[in-house]
């Protein structure tokens, strides 16, 4: 068997296998991941309310034209990744099955020992998120990591492998 560390979809990944393929997975460790719906805040897409077009239209009313630039930059920037924006329609359909796929059900089938670590300031995978993880993974411990955002294993990386180094010398 394996030690399994998955971070935000890699965590998504992780799930899945110790719940699907136990027999590879000794240790689990979980940072910031993906995988619980979101039921308390209902996310709104932004691109879904406001086509490009439209936000265009409004942003060059509104907007000095080297802010419009600036402006629509960001919102291309924020509002997709490039591996959604380059993907083919059925591969995009696909990406959006698997990451509003809801793994809730399958936690409580993890048996490995896991650690789940979380970014206190996440908005990508919020804390409450690392919290209903904890709770649906019997015996599992979790650790929030003070002023750490999403990327806690690389902004908070001596904290992080504090955590992390013991936990799998552990088993």
Known sequence: PYNFIGHSFG???SIYIATQK????NMLVLTNAAGVADRKEPKIELSKLLSIKKVKSVLKILMPEWAYGFLIGVYIRV???TDYKSATPVMRKTLKKVVNLDLTPLLPKI???TLIIWGEHDTITPLYEGEKMHKGIKNSKFVVVKGARHN???TH???WQSKVIPF????
């Not at 799998?168 to 088993?171: A, D, I």
């Open 22 to 25: 136990p027999e590879l997975v």
């Open 11 to 13: 965590g998504r990944i």
């Open 157 to 159: 990386s001596k904290e």
């Open 152 to 154: 806690t294993h690389i």
């Open 79 to 81: 509002m997709g990744s």
């Open 111 to 113: 048996n490995t020992p």
């Open 168 to 171: 799998l010398k552990s088993g």
